[in-house]
């Protein structure tokens, strides 16, 4: 694989481009199951995860993902940086860059800064969440979980359920699958659902408990609780009524089928707690997925070497 300098997004990948990432990540799963889960391909390397936004699972495991890749990780915390003083996104990565930083994995709220940052950076850029846009790894390791449980992608039948229109994981899983040929089916309240969304070949639907028994996987987006209020759905109870993953509605669904959520979650809106914690979720299995998948992404993009 010849990869661009940046992982952007999942929108202008090729479906080669998806299967070499899940494939590496694949191998990868074998080195994290060794007594000493660590390979020397990034020694010398340096990597910066750079987040304007909380995080918890992706920040984490990139950072354990260089680790195991024996690259040197720096974390940077916008709450004791000078962005404190006022310094812009350019300035910092600029400086930092100055350091000797080989690759950037960025977080920020602003749809569009990864790429302002891969256009201005000699240093790889990660995109680890961008506004709405995109959150490419997430998308990766969720195709990568989806597909150790039903082995061929383009089979796949995936319902995404909830705020669509502010979800940077609903938009890269949906270039993701329907790259690879899988049919794609969203479900929420007309006013979560973006305008001309069916122009990216998904279907479109209200009512879940009409269709949740048609899907392989079944994916639960948060519900940012903050847009309580904005008029874009009544309330967090009839949210949960309608489109809330509760026992009852999981026992319509296929028997093989798996439910997903990228976390965090809100237990007891979009789901139940005994649904999070049961048989049928991977949640944590993604989880666990996301270093391989990171370690994947890490790895292309900086040009490592098996030895
Ligand atoms: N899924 C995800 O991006 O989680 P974090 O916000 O905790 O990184």
Not at 98 to 107: C, E, N, S
Not at 292 to 304: E, K, S, T
């Given at each position: 694989?010849?990869?661009?300098?940046?992982?952007?997004?999942?929108?202008?990948?090729?479906?080669?481009?998806?299967?070499?990432?899940?494939?590496?990540?694949?191998?990868?799963?074998?080195?994290?199951?060794?007594?000493?889960?660590?390979?020397?391909?990034?020694?010398?390397?340096t990597v910066l995860t750079l987040f304007f936004e909380a995080?918890?699972?992706?920040?984490?495991?990139?950072?354990?993902?260089?680790?195991?890749?024996?690259?040197?990780?720096?974390?940077?915390?916008?709450?004791?940086?000078?962005?404190?003083?006022?310094?812009?996104?350019?300035?910092?990565?600029?400086?930092?860059?100055?350091?000797?930083?080989?690759?950037?994995?960025?977080?920020?709220?602003?749809?569009?800064?990864?790429?302002?940052?891969?256009?201005?950076?000699?240093?790889?850029?990660?995109?680890?969440?961008?506004?709405?846009?995109?959150?490419p790894t997430q998308g990766l390791l969720d195709m990568m979980?989806?597909?150790?449980?039903?082995?061929?992608?383009?089979?796949?039948?995936?319902?995404?359920?909830?705020?669509?229109?502010?979800?940077?994981?609903?938009?890269?899983?949906?270039?993701?699958?329907?790259?690879?040929?899988?049919?794609?089916?969203?479900?929420?309240?007309?006013?979560?659902?973006?305008?001309?969304?069916?122009?990216?070949?998904?279907?479109?639907?209200?009512?879940?408990?009409?269709?949740?028994?048609?899907?392989?996987?079944?994916?639960?987006?948060?519900?940012?609780?903050?847009?309580?209020?904005?008029?874009?759905?009544?309330?967090?109870?009839?949210?949960?009524?309608?489109?809330?993953?509760?026992?009852?509605?999981?026992?319509?669904?296929?028997?093989?089928?798996?439910?997903?959520?990228?976390?965090?979650?809100?237990?007891?809106?979009?789901?139940?707690?005994?649904?999070?914690?049961?048989?049928?979720?991977?949640?944590?299995?993604?989880?666990?997925?996301?270093?391989?998948?990171?370690?994947?992404?890490?790895?292309?993009?900086?040009?490592?070497?098996?030895?």
């Open positions: 694989m010849n990869p661009k300098k940046d992982l952007i997004g999942i929108e202008r990948l090729t479906a080669d481009e998806i299967y070499q990432y899940l494939d590496l990540a694949d191998n990868f799963i074998e080195v994290l199951a060794r007594p000493i889960p660590i390979v020397p391909a990034l020694r010398g390397k995080s918890t699972r992706t920040q984490i495991s990139f950072s354990i993902a260089a680790k195991r890749l024996s690259a040197d990780v720096v974390s940077f915390s916008q709450a004791t940086s000078s962005v404190k003083k006022g310094e812009t996104l350019l300035d910092t990565a600029r400086n930092i860059e100055a350091m000797k930083v080989d690759g950037v994995v960025i977080r920020h709220s602003a749809p569009g800064a990864a790429l302002f940052l891969g256009q201005r950076l000699d240093a790889f850029v990660i995109n680890a969440g961008d506004g709405t846009h995109e959150h979980t989806m597909r150790q449980h039903f082995r061929d992608l383009k089979k796949l039948k995936v319902l995404i359920i909830g705020d669509v229109t502010h979800s940077r994981v609903a938009r890269s899983n949906i270039f993701g699958l329907r790259t690879v040929g899988a049919r794609v089916a969203i479900c929420a309240p007309p006013t979560l659902i973006p305008l001309e969304i069916e122009n990216l070949g998904v279907e479109v639907y209200n009512n879940l408990d009409e269709i949740i028994g048609d899907f392989d996987v079944v994916m639960a987006l948060r519900i940012q609780l903050e847009r309580q209020g904005t008029g874009l759905f009544p309330s967090v109870r009839e949210y949960r009524a309608c489109y809330g993953l509760t026992k009852e509605r999981v026992m319509r669904m296929k028997a093989k089928s798996i439910i997903m959520h990228p976390g965090p979650t809100n237990r007891g809106v979009e789901i139940d707690p005994d649904v999070a914690d049961s048989k049928k979720s991977v949640i944590l299995e993604q989880v666990k997925n996301g270093v391989a998948l990171r370690m994947a992404v890490l790895f292309i993009h900086a040009g490592g070497k098996i030895e």
